[in-house]
């Protein structure tokens, strides 16, 4: 039995349509230019023929999906603070391009409760139901003084 106030199978799910301004943001936010999101010359005779978003703005759209939980079982039980301590085997299967509406589903799948830890499946998918990444979430609930 677990303390934890959260069970496997909670989840949350985060959807947003990804635009032009969402990959120059993250690219100004974090210094990558890089020719793949940025350079649609680049990009035009490329496998995508056009721009793709950078991956770890998907793994931002993943964190966002574990706040959504973790912001519901804070105002549900103040007695824990969920902090995120890591995401494991990340990866990006299909690219994801401007225009592309990708929803992130976060699903509790393990209970650590002696080291009081979550750990959550993340799945990606685009507006087509194709997988664009997936990877682990860990979670360490901290005890409020």
Known sequence: MSDLPISIGDGATFAKTVGESDIYGFAGITGDFAAP????????????????????????????????LAGRVIEANG?????????????????VKIGDTITVVYEIKELEPERRRSRA??????????????????????VNP
């Open 79 to 95: 007695g824990l603070t969920p902090m995120s301590i890591g995401y494991d085997r990340v990866r990006f299967t299909e690219a």
């Open 37 to 68: 999101h940025v350079n649609a010359e680049f990009m035009k005779n490329s496998q995508y023929g056009e721009r793709v978003a950078h991956g770890a703005l998907l793994v931002g759209f993943m964190s966002t999906a574990s706040a959504l």
């Open 121 to 142: 499946t993340l799945t990606a998918t685009n507006q087509d139901g194709v997988v664009v990444g997936v990877g682990e979430h860990i979670m360490k609930w901290l």
